[in-house]
T-cell receptor
Framework: GAVVSQHPSRVICKSGTSVKIECRSL??????MFWYRQFPKKSLMLMAT?????????EQGVEKDKFLINHASLTLSTLTVTSAHPEDSSFYIC????????????FGEGSWLTVV | DAKTTQPTSMDCAEGRAANLPCNHS???????VYWYRQIHSQGPQYIIH???NNETNEMASLIITEDRKSSTLILPHATLRDTAVYYC???????????????FGTGTQLKVEL
């Protein structure tokens, strides 16, 4: 079936630095991808919708200047956490679908970010 | 998208069927029922989805009541590897770019034991 892959799976960065997480659709093209974050023992919270060739759409309360999203091709979206702080430490997950409507939505393996 | 209600947790003996209920009493006629599961520290895994008819695949069966206000996910022979959080999600399958986002509730923590 369709596969969505994330990289890196785990990353540790120093406070104040930026870190980039990639989300790739391996065997289909996706005009939209979605980014979620998840804190321990909590549910997934949608952060933003990544649109190929245009600006991302952010959910209420998500800082667009802190969480930069770039969707430069139909198979790649990136999330950059800028000036990371310990409270940004979380599990970040992306999703994508090969089509609209009732198509299945697939998720990446997730990326653990730890800011020290 | 319609809100769903699931039990917080359930236990199941290995080899037995696991029946996970979900209430979605405010579901609209054009909303599908999706089930995903999340094993610890991994991304959600798609299980099954349906609109009004019962569905079955290699992983599970989905039983949707006639009024569509509730559904049950059935894992016919649960194994230890089925221990996970199971999410029931209803969403409109619309043909626009924003139609593929999913809203997650708290899900049901299924624990399969020997």
């Amino acid at each position: 079936g369709a596969v969505v892959s994330q990289h890196p799976s785990r990353v540790i960065c120093k406070s104040g630095t930026s870190v980039k997480i990639e989300c790739r659709s391996l065997d289909f093209q996706a005009t939209t991808m979605f980014w979620y974050r998840q804190f321990p023992k909590k549910s997934l919270m949608l952060m933003a919708t990544s649109n190929e060739g245009s600006k991302a759409t952010y959910e209420q309360g998500v800082e667009k200047d802190k969480f930069l999203i770039n969707h430069a091709s139909l198979t790649l979206s990136t999330l950059t956490v800028t000036s990371a702080h310990p409270e940004d430490s979380s599990f970040y997950i992306c999703s994508a679908s090969p089509g609209q409507g009732a198509y299945t939505i697939y998720f990446g393996e997730g990326s653990w970010l730890t800011v020290v | 998208d319609a809100k769903t209600t699931q039990p917080t947790s359930m236990d199941c003996a290995e080899g037995r069927a696991a029946n996970l209920p979900c209430n979605h009493s405010t579901i609209s006629g054009n909303e599908y029922v999706y089930w995903y599961r999340q094993i610890h520290s991994q991304g959600p895994q798609y299980i099954i989805h349906g609109l009004k008819n019962n569905e079955t695949n290699e992983m599970a069966s989905l039983i949707i009541t006639e009024d569509r206000k509730s559904s049950t996910l059935i894992l016919p022979h649960a194994t230890l590897r089925d221990t996970a959080v199971y999410y029931c999600i209803v969403r409109v399958a619309i043909l626009t770019g924003g139609g593929n986002k999913l809203t997650f509730g708290t899900g049901t923590q299924l624990k399969v034991e020997l």
